[in-house]
């Protein structure tokens, strides 16, 4: 999917699920109650930052598992932009190292790097 189509995604995720909240304490508390809402508000916000935080942090464990792939096998920066078949850049390629982690590439595109070097480390791995 596209950027926009993820954010737009996003955006309903975040007032859908504090619309069930609100009805669910609203049922709670009463429907007028100021009290409903913002346990509601409250409640939606701890869940959606826990939710993105872990989120985040498996998408560093990934890149931080292909970092390992990558330099496990002597590659930089520039191995990893000619293996993908994404556009990003060298330069982008080196603001994703968990050590300095400021870019984060797609999903897909470092499941499937991650994918291509383990069988690379496999295949020197049987040859030795």
Sequence with gaps: M??????ILDWV???AGYGILTSITADLF???SLLSRGIA???WCALYWGISTVVMRLRTNQLAHLW???DQLGYGPAELKAKSTATYGVIDWSLSRPENLQFLPRDI???RLIKQLTAEVRGEQAGQ
Excluded: P
Aim: a positive charge; proline letters at 0%; hydrophobic letters at 55%.
């Design 68 to 70: 390992q792939l990558a």
């Design 13 to 15: 995720v975040l007032i």
């Design 2 to 7: 596209k950027r926009r189509t993820w954010v």
């Design 109 to 111: 595109v470092v499941s």
């Design 30 to 32: 009463g429907t007028s």
């Design 41 to 43: 508000l409250i409640v």
